[in-house]
């Protein structure tokens, strides 16, 4: 959840309202976002050094955690 001035923002109902409550619609641009982000990663992966990051390298997956 991120914060405005306002205050919290409910990060699912937004993505919901911007596709006008379109369930799959949300959820196809989710997986469109994230096979970019990897992608990018790919590239960044492939730009830097070992020596630059200190031995740290991109994780292409993460621990999912249900809340």
Same mark, same amino acid.
């Given at each position: 959840m991120t914060f405005n001035i306002q205050g919290p923002? #409910? &990060?699912i109902a937004a @993505? !919901? @309202?911007f596709h006008d409550g379109n369930v799959r @619609? %949300?959820?196809? %641009? !989710?997986i469109v #976002?994230? $096979?970019?982000? $990897?992608e990018q990663l790919v590239l960044t992966q492939t730009a830097m050094s070992i020596g630059f990051t200190r031995g740290w390298t991109p994780s292409f997956d993460r621990d999912l955690? $249900? &809340?």
């Open positions: 923002v #409910d &990060e @993505a !919901l @309202a @619609a %949300t959820i196809g %641009t !989710l #976002d994230c $096979r970019h982000l $990897r955690k $249900r &809340e």
